[in-house]
DNA sequence: CTGAAAGCGCTTACAG
DNA sequence: CTGAAAGCGCTTACAG
């Protein structure tokens, strides 16, 4: 079970440039590469020991694992994942299941999750569910079946659908983004009721008391605890909370900006606006912006993620951030723990927030 | 980069024991998931008429049919891809190799692929080189040795090592914004050239004569074809070209940044500025307003790619829009084509580049 | 330290 | 239309 060993490198060369230097038959058309039966051959030992050496086994004599290494080299050798994997039970790909490719709030994670996995040997294997209920079933059943050694998930929804599978099957899998009510999974979590709150309560003691709130989809754990902060901090303050100020949303820019129109509708508009992430925040700007009001001297704004494009946008946008980058750090360092040691147990980590002030909130103006 | 942030609190759980769900033996342990054989025993069929209706062979006897597949459903068979590839010669995986996962230029091309895969049945094994040379030749050696049917190399750097193998071998790739000199390779382009000198000659028309360029990786071709468009540009109006004006980058923004800050410690300062891509202009707008400028009204700033954060500045950013999301689509295209008709034969194609005309380009101020 | 053998879960000719 | 058999390229006990 533990295979931790890592595996000695095999350096992949590519004959460049001289064309010739095959030394076998060139056919030009698609032939097979070498497998460890030609290493074999070619270097007068079985198989096995060419698995051996290859796998990183230790009990190889020196001159015999070089005599093996170097004809691998020589002949362009390059295991075969598939092959390695039907028979040892193991893959060396990770998945990861994201939500969709369009918001760099994934992006981000994604980013944090490959870097965490570079020093390692594994690759991941990426899957999109795009909101498709039902999809993501569908792949974490496939990667149970071998496609790879663990899962992650990101933002899941409706994970109750497999995660019961999954922990029956005993499969590593961590959750980014997703409470798990029952605390039976390892999960990577930011405080957003917290994160939520301050934010919030930051706009309040700039003098705010009309605060709308740009939601984000209800069926997402953290948009709800975001609402949940953003209640808590006005009734901490004594502000009764304003059902017209509350405009439901789905993280997008688009849906952000119609919001912001609606508020921008009212008889009484608000003088500052909470979104619930960045993405709708920046489309909020925009439908203030075409209202002929200023950012912040009209009206303030935050949004809650930190994305890249939040200290780029002008006003630069302040926000509640997440470590995103951190998560995907965090969410990997815990499936690889899992991967080593299948008695690792889960662990709920939760990350703070921070709350990043930059020009996009001040007093309000009347 | 940025894990500078603590951990709140780590909750660790004992997990309980599990609840009796399952109709089959529970054997609390990961148990494994049903094979072919399972369900041959189980619907009294030889394995080979199971392996045969499920991958849809066309000649199996309707009752034995359906007595198959139900009895797979019920044990919720799930087929192994490993053991599929292994056997079949086929992975049902497309191997993608991008640079990074930091620039939403990578970001927009991946979410066409994904799109345009949703469709099919194949699913995206995800490398990132993170311009670390050397790396790619060994995912594309892995991805060649049945990791992958098929791949799609985003901005590849270094290709001439691996291409001529991909090529001997007859393995299905596609290039996604890369020359192939020799015309041999499926290739998928924006006209750079075309598209830097319609935006160069946009801000001529303008009136300005003094025009600032921010360059790109000079290992890239697309920024060096985008330099060539501008440089024509130049010429075809009789504006001598300024060796100050013109500054290096790395597509980053922070780079980005520093460039604009050269160009505007020059003694003549340039009265617009062509970033070679949007991350770059992104940067520069920064620095410009540092410099106590305004953008449009005395400096104007224009870029390329049009990522999303391009319309979501302020001001937005006029650029010179490459097709992100169909050079991604366009790939998956003939990548599919090539996966399903072995002659397929190589295509360069080419897409149109347009000019995006936003709110941060303006006649020069003096 | 190293061979020979069995097997991972499937596909695919080869025979009926 | 359906079995029995071989094999995909590897790993891993099992014996030396």
Same mark, same amino acid.
């Given at each position: 079970?533990?295979?931790?060993?890592?595996?000695?490198?095999?350096?992949?060369?590519?004959?460049?440039?001289?064309?010739?230097?095959?030394?076998?038959?060139?056919?030009?058309?698609?032939?097979?590469?070498?497998?460890?039966?030609?290493?074999?051959?070619?270097?007068?030992?079985?198989?096995?020991?060419?698995?051996?050496?290859?796998?990183?086994?230790?009990?190889?004599?020196?001159?015999?694992?070089?005599?093996?290494?170097?004809?691998?080299?020589?002949?362009?050798?390059?295991?075969?994942?598939?092959?390695?994997?039907?028979?040892?039970?193991?893959?060396?790909?990770?998945?990861?299941?994201?939500p969709?490719?369009?918001?760099?709030?994934?992006?981000?994670?994604?980013?944090?999750?490959?870097?965490?996995?570079?020093?390692?040997?594994?690759?991941?294997?990426?899957?999109?569910?795009?909101?498709?209920?039902?999809?993501?079933?569908?792949?974490?059943?496939?990667?149970?079946?071998?496609?790879?050694?663990?899962?992650?998930?990101v933002a899941p929804?409706?994970?109750?659908?497999?995660?019961?599978?999954?922990?029956?099957?005993?499969?590593?899998?961590?959750?980014?983004d997703q409470?798990?009510?029952?605390?039976? *999974? !390892? $999960?990577?979590?930011?405080?957003?009721?917290? =994160?939520?709150?301050?934010?919030?309560?930051? %706009?309040?003691? /700039?003098?705010?008391?009309?605060?709308?709130?740009?939601?984000?989809?209800?069926?997402i754990?953290?948009?709800?605890?975001?609402?949940?902060?953003?209640?808590?901090?006005?009734?901490?303050?004594?502000?009764?909370?304003?059902?017209?100020?509350?405009?439901?949303?789905?993280?997008?820019?688009?849906?952000?900006?119609?919001?912001?129109?609606?508020?921008?509708?009212?008889?009484?508009?608000?003088?500052?606006?909470?979104?619930?992430?960045?993405?709708?925040?920046?489309?909020?700007?925009?439908?203030?912006?075409?209202?002929?009001?200023?950012?912040?001297?009209?009206?303030?704004?935050?949004?809650?993620?930190?994305?890249?494009?939040?200290?780029?946008?002008?006003?630069?946008? *302040? !926000? $509640?951030?997440?470590?995103?980058?951190?998560? =995907?750090?965090?969410?990997?360092?815990?499936? %690889?723990?899992? /991967?080593?040691?299948?008695?690792?147990?889960?662990?709920?980590?939760?990350?703070?927030?921070?709350?990043?002030?930059?020009?996009?909130?001040?007093?309000?103006?009347?």
């Open positions: 079970m533990d295979k931790s060993q890592p595996i000695c490198y095999i350096v992949i060369v590519f004959t460049s440039a001289c064309k010739k230097v095959n030394t076998m038959a060139d056919s030009s058309k698609n032939k097979k590469l070498p497998t460890i039966y030609d290493i074999a051959e070619e270097a007068g030992v079985s198989y096995s020991t060419v698995s051996r050496t290859l796998s990183g086994f230790e009990f190889v004599k020196a001159s015999t694992r070089e005599k093996v290494l170097s004809t691998a080299k020589k002949l362009g050798y390059v295991p075969n994942q598939q092959a390695r994997s039907l028979a040892g039970g193991v893959s060396d790909l990770i998945g990861v299941l994201v969709g490719l369009t918001n760099d709030y994934v992006t981000q994670i994604l980013h944090g999750i490959d870097g965490a996995l570079t020093e390692s040997d594994y690759n991941v294997i990426l899957y999109t569910t795009n909101r498709r209920q039902g999809k993501e079933s569908t792949y974490a059943a496939r990667i149970m079946n071998g496609a790879a050694d663990g899962l992650l998930l929804i409706m994970s109750d659908l497999y995660l019961d599978t999954l922990r029956q099957q005993n499969f590593p899998y961590v959750l980014i409470v798990d009510q029952e605390q039976r *999974s !390892t $999960v990577i979590n930011t405080d957003n009721r917290r =994160g939520a709150y301050e934010g919030t309560r930051y %706009l309040i003691e /700039l003098g705010h008391r009309k605060i709308g709130f740009l939601a984000g989809l209800t069926q754990n953290s948009a709800v605890e975001r609402f949940e902060g953003y209640k808590s901090a006005l009734a901490d303050h004594n502000i009764p909370l304003r059902d017209e100020y509350i405009v439901p949303g789905d993280f997008t820019t688009q849906v952000g900006y119609e919001g912001a129109q609606a508020l921008l509708a009212l008889e009484d508009i608000p003088t500052a606006i909470f979104a619930t992430n960045d993405l709708s925040a920046l489309g909020a700007m925009d439908a203030i912006r075409e209202h002929d009001l200023r950012i912040p001297k009209d009206i303030s704004i935050i949004g809650f993620d930190d994305i890249p494009a939040a200290a780029v946008v002008y006003p630069k946008l *302040s !926000t $509640v951030r997440q470590p995103l980058v951190q998560m =995907g750090h965090e969410a990997v360092m815990e499936l %690889l723990a899992r /991967l080593e040691n299948p008695d690792h147990e889960a662990r709920q980590i939760m990350l703070e927030t921070q709350l990043v002030i930059r020009d996009s909130c001040d007093v309000p103006c009347k």
